[in-house]
């Protein structure tokens, strides 16, 4: 329920902009790009296909990161320490290289970052350099205001992108979707008290190395929504966390 809660408020909030900017006619670009650009279809000589690629800044992803357990959002009691009051996801992408086929369609490979923050409820902490997942509870006299799990992940996405043809306001609609894979770089617990102030631990705490899954794109000229369902287990080699598995939905500007 709360899923589709935070689905409807994006979706209202990303046709409400939509309709607004339009209106407006604003023209907000969040694209950075350093190398051959996929340049707009009003340039009259374009040939296709045609490649593009180099540094870029955009397909910026903001929003949610839930956890499924065996389908249900409800974890099993084996996957209780990863209960969590806050989540969230965050990436983009820093470099390109794709081939525009024609007006309406590219295809193109990217490589950028992601990373996944879940506030934990419970007063735990995840073992390091320990398989398979292990945790231990923290010392109950201590009173702690923050514990915070994150994974850090190089993405590299596959995208097929259609677009239509162009508005009398001379935007389009689009849609992009794929296969996203990531290796993982690092996994990182904050915990945050009074009487022990910060403290960071690093390790990989059993996070998948390799992580893949689908992923869909739809948004209007340089903004949308995005959803991606990773269908491997968030950790490797531990047996009772198979089956706990990440979902992430929200925001996407810069495509």
Do not use: C
């Not at 909030?13 to 350093?34: E, T």
């Not at 983009?92 to 295809?107: E, H, M, P, S, T």
């Not at 794109?217 to 968030?234: P, T």
């Amino acid at each position: 329920m709360i899923t589709k809660k935070l689905a409807l408020l994006f979706s209202s909030l990303f046709i409400g902009l939509s309709l607004s900017f339009a209106q407006k006619n604003v023209d907000i670009d969040f694209d950075i790009n350093i190398g051959k650009d996929d340049k707009s279809s009003e340039e009259s000589d374009l040939k296709y296909p045609r490649s593009f690629g180099g540094l870029t800044f955009t397909r910026i992803d903001w929003g949610f990161s839930r956890l499924s357990d065996e389908g249900s959002f409800t974890l099993s009691e084996n996957n209780q320490f990863m209960s969590y009051k806050k989540s969230s996801n965050f990436g983009f992408d820093i470099a390109q290289y794709g081939v525009r086929l024609n007006d309406n369609f590219k295809i193109y490979l990217s490589a950028g970052f992601e990373w996944n923050y879940w506030r934990l409820k419970n007063d735990i902490l995840i073992k390091e350099s320990v398989s398979p997942v292990t945790v231990e509870p923290l010392n109950q006299d201590v009173d702690y205001k923050k514990n915070v799990f994150t994974s850090t992940y190089m993405r590299v996405p596959l995208t097929f992108e259609w677009r239509s043809n162009v508005f009398q306001n001379k935007k389009r609609l689009k849609i992009a979707f794929g296969a996203m894979t990531g290796v993982l770089m690092k996994g990182t617990q904050r915990l945050k008290s009074e009487e022990n102030g910060k403290q960071k631990f690093k390790d990989t705490f059993n996070l998948q190395t390799f992580q893949y899954g689908p992923f869909i794109r739809f948004g209007y000229e340089n903004a949308g929504i995005y959803a991606k369902y990773y269908m491997n287990d968030l950790f490797e080699k531990s047996p009772n966390q198979e089956g706990l598995r990440n979902l992430a939905f929200g925001l996407t500007f810069g495509f």
